[in-house]
């Protein structure tokens, strides 16, 4: 498997660590348990487009928000993560 | 016991083992493309015979005359050389011996060189006389799924009797046994058209994103370019084909950025890449002085054609597994290649047009075609007339329905669409049940191949690998001229798909052919077992088997019967299998599917997936700067992750670890020790917002840390476990430097990163290891301060007073080295970690033994500071077992309640808050002279030894100098409330049983008196 | 109380002598040197202060700092790019503390760590350096993929390396953490033995 790095450029997976779901979104510090409960442990697996949090570690250390298709392994878009992250504050 | 006869010619019988290696007998006088001029000796169980270079194995065995190669997996029948090409599923043998030996090695593709030595497998006492052959007699209970109903009862067999007994009877030969001395290598290449095959289509499509500019790796399991060209008499562009491949290889030689790889067969498709493994030295008895043995290749292409050709089919008929009888192309490719007849009296045996070129061939070069026998019922006029210049009779609505000889083909009987039945001699029997499209590495990705009856094949999926084209004879087209049009346009389209500009190449022209064929592959009412699947010793009965028994998904009958499995994966069996499978189901081919091929295409040996990395390279080790220094001393090293770090320093005359481990422990408690902590992981984390954000990473407050202090930080997962620990020094307003764990020091950093650039990005923060920059020591023991005070530079002081436990400070030391000075103890005696810039390590471990000579100090390892750790209850990498709450370990009171920090929330649901949780106890043996076991289960006094009764285990012990007795570290269930009860410390795996009493986990200094001396 | 400096000791003292190693013939297919004398600081800009930083830069050195993976300078002070807002400043035998230096001219725009104890960086040139690195670097050293200038943040032998390109003989320059040498070292070697390998006096 090859993911685009935004700033490196293709690169084998053996360069990535893998952490999981990128949609799901930190609750603030009071939210009620069942939030912290979703946010920590209720992860959905859809047959299709998904999107992930990988870690560039062996090259520029950037987390990285990659769209991937769970049927093909196509993978759709790469963005840093920390991009994503300053946007979702500027909509929040 | 007399081996009966073979037919051989005289001159080839009675050839003593010590006489003269004999003549090559079956060698043509002229033809082929090995090396005359030249002789290769070699031995086949231990009787010496002659080829040439050129040569593989399999051809020099057959113009030596010998057909009898191996054993069967299963009824160990007697088989011999059924292909040419890397299917081949019966001429496995051994190579080579020693350290060397190499099981399993396909005859067909291992080149003959010179002193080569191969045995036969799967025999005993010999590959003639075989006593397992009797399994042939007892073939009903070996049946399909044989595994499955013979081993069920009684349970008790299954560990005793029944898996020694498969294990010995399984497998075929017989591996080394030794080191293997030699190396490999893996290594990655980039193209922008990866072709996998040189036969006519791969080297049409190379041409053409060559030409265009591409970067092309064209790969080839063979030694020579060429496929199916070198084994058939054709000629394109009016040249013999050997001549025309010459052409094309020195035009492809010569462009700088196509790289021919030969040798090297590209064994999966994978996901982003290709595997192929180069067998560079293979063909040698050694491999070269610097040159491996073989190569992998990871082949990273933007587009990849797949030229893989195809695979001939065998004829489904009793007794078709007899030495002698050959697919008709391989018979072709020892013709014509090789210059080897595979038997001087052949019947061809065919469903298709392909056996013009057989019956001509054979005939041209001398050897008798008695009977040329078609399936079919109407044949052309062209093979008509072939057949009558051959002087073979035609047989046509035919099929051979028996077989005679053991352990060589000595005629076979046929019988005609009227009945007739006739009786024909014969030593070889070419037969051809059409070709399969080599298409493997098509379905590689998952897409399955699917039936094309108008051709009468499977065909390589709709859904290809990424970028993957096939072309070719693996795309089902047979013609010459089709495969060349086809590679010619996939290459150009390739290149094209990758931003260059191709004009595709000329085709040549070629001579003409006919592959029309027709789908008949078993012969019914046959004599005898008819082998489907010839390497798992599949055949009609058991498919029959499986398909009665209700097997009759293709993938059930795979794993029912083996058929397709193992090394072989269905080359010359697949088609056959799923075909048989429809019809005795009632299905067609296309409704019944086929299984997926899997990587990898060919076997790939464990050495070449390895490469570089075995033994002392099998993984990169790091070494402290103060490495060579401890080796000076007599250190001996533990890994901890990937570092490599002194355990202890033995010293002349002491009898054994804990002896050694005792004094250092010892010598800390007294007087000094030092020990390199270089390895614990150092974060540097500068900016504005560098409290904050350690605020929100670890469980305690950190804004009102003085600079110029440190604090014992406790960071959580978001789930509210412990995931690290370490002490943070505040350098400045807007800098710290933060310590991990050892082993946690990449895991650390990775979940910073996360924190700062996905949940904080708003913060001011950087942050960078400096782990490496520093060589940190510790010196710790009440005599630290007088040994430090020998190396910091005036006027720096480092008194009680002016530098109190948890200072920290940049000064220099010996002289104006910049260094840092930290007050930390892990060993709860007065202590200091000295860090300078790692360069200097060396010498400053070298002159803190100086300095601290007049006080007795040692050097001690990661034992010692395990054993000075646990006296004082302090957590390491055995309680941190991600399964453990601050709480658990009695850091809970450190939880700030008013801040967010990662894993908060969720270290408050009652899961983590249950007061019936193990927490962290001491425990001591009652038996005071008793020996603690790491790992040992505390159990109630009393109470069974049964996991529900299980409360807790010991984490960490270690004999305690300072006590005189073993004291260990332990989860116990509710351990806080039940200090001074007695417990039981059981180990059943070691055999351990005995009384533990609780106490609290800090064992030396309770109050932390020593600290601040 | 203390008297001399001490003895500096360099990652790969007694790991790499000097010398021919693989095949013979007369010249080496690989050229392997320590590299010494270097001074490598960290820099990363703070929150928002790209644009600034990068002033500053030009205005004291007169160095672009590179946006993508590239190396801008020369032998005696270069920036290598090493992640997002991220480069190792690298110079040799620079006079006085570079550290320092940066500081001084750079202020608060970044955060500045010394780095050059913590690396080896190794050279390595030679007909057959693309072929060698091959072996355990698996981005495109193809003149079309990547050229003088080029840097990447990778693995050699399962060892995170940063590699750049100094020119077309080809000469590269790997820095990679200074407890890895030796691991480093012996791959590189190993990788090399079949071209001819000269391991040169570091410089």
Redesign the interface.
Known sequence: MRIACPFCGPRGSEEYTYLGDATVRRPEGDAPSEAWFAYVYLRDNPAGRHRELWYHGAGCRSWLVVERDMRSHDILSVAPARDMALARGRAA | MSAPAMILPRQAVATSAAGPAPAQPFRLAAGGLVDRTATLDFTFDGRRYTGHPGDTLASALLANGVRLVGRSFKYHRPRGILSSGPEEPNALVELRSGARREPNTRATMAELFAGLEARSQNRWPSLRFDLMGVNQLVAPILAAGFYYKTFMWPAAFWETVYEPLIRRAAGLGRAAGEPDPDHYEKATLHCDVLVTGAGPAGLMAALAAARAGARVVLCEEDVRLGGRLLAERRTLDGLPAPDWLRGVEAELRAMPDCRILTRTTVFGAFDGACGAVERVSDHLATPPEFQPRQRLWRIVAGRQVLAAGSIERPLVFGGNDRPGIMLAGAVRSYLNRFGVAAGRRAVVFTNNDDAACTVADLAAAGVAVAALVDMRREVSPEIRRIAEAAGASLLTDAAVTRVRGRTALRGVEVTDGAGRRHALDCDLLAMSGGWSPSLHLASHHGGKAAWNEARATFLPPEQLPPGMAVAGAANGDLLLAECLAAGARAGAAAAQATGFRPAPPATPSVDGESTASAPFWWVRGGRGKAFVDFQNDVGVEDVALANREGFRSVEHLKRYTTLGMATDQGKTSNANGVALLAELSGRTIAGTGTTTFRPPYTPVAIGALAGHHRGKAFRPVRRTPTHDWAAEQGAVFVEAGPWLRAQYFPRPGESDWLETVTREARTVREAVGLCDVTTLGKIDIQGPDAATFLERVYINTWKALPVGRARYGVMLREDGMVMDDGTTARLAEDRFVMTTTTVNAVRVSQHLEFCHQWLWPELDVQMISVTEQWAQIAVAGPRSRAVLERVVDAPFDIGNDAFPHMACAALTVCGGIKARLFRLSFSGEMAYEIAVPARFGDALARRLMEAGAPFGITPYGTEALGVLRIEKGHVAGNELTGQTTAADLGLGRMMSRKKDFIGRAMAQRPGLTDPARPVLVGLRPVDRAARLRGGAHLLPRGAESTAAHDQGYLTSVAFSPALGHWIGLGLLVRGRERMGEIVRAHDPVRGGDLEVEVVPPVFVDPEGARLHV | ???????????L??LLRPGRQ??RGDLPGVVVQERTGLQIV?L?????QEVPLMAAVRAAWGIDLPT??RRVGDARLAFVW???S?WLAVATDWPGDLEAALRAHLGGL??L???????VVLRVRGPHAR?AL???????L?P??FQPGDV????A????VQIWQLDEAPTYEMAA????????C??IV??S??YGVEIVEPG
Not at chain 3, 1 to 11: E, V
Not at chain 3, 113 to 119: F, I, P, S
Not at chain 3, 157 to 160: C, E, K, L, M, T
Not at chain 3, 177 to 184: E, I, K, Q, W
Request: aromatic share 2%; no cysteine; hydrophobic share 40%.
């Open positions: 109380m203390s008297d001399t400096a001490l003895a500096a000791r360099s990652p003292a007694g693989g095949a960290s990363a800009a703070r929150k928002g993508t993976p090493s992640g997002p991220q970044g955060s760590t010394d780095q050059g104890d913590g690396r072929d091959a072996k355990g670097m698996a981005i495109d193809h079309r993929a990447a943040a990778t693995l032998a399962h060892i995170g953490f200074r407890s890895t040498a030796g691991s480093l012996d791959w190993a990788a033995a079949e």
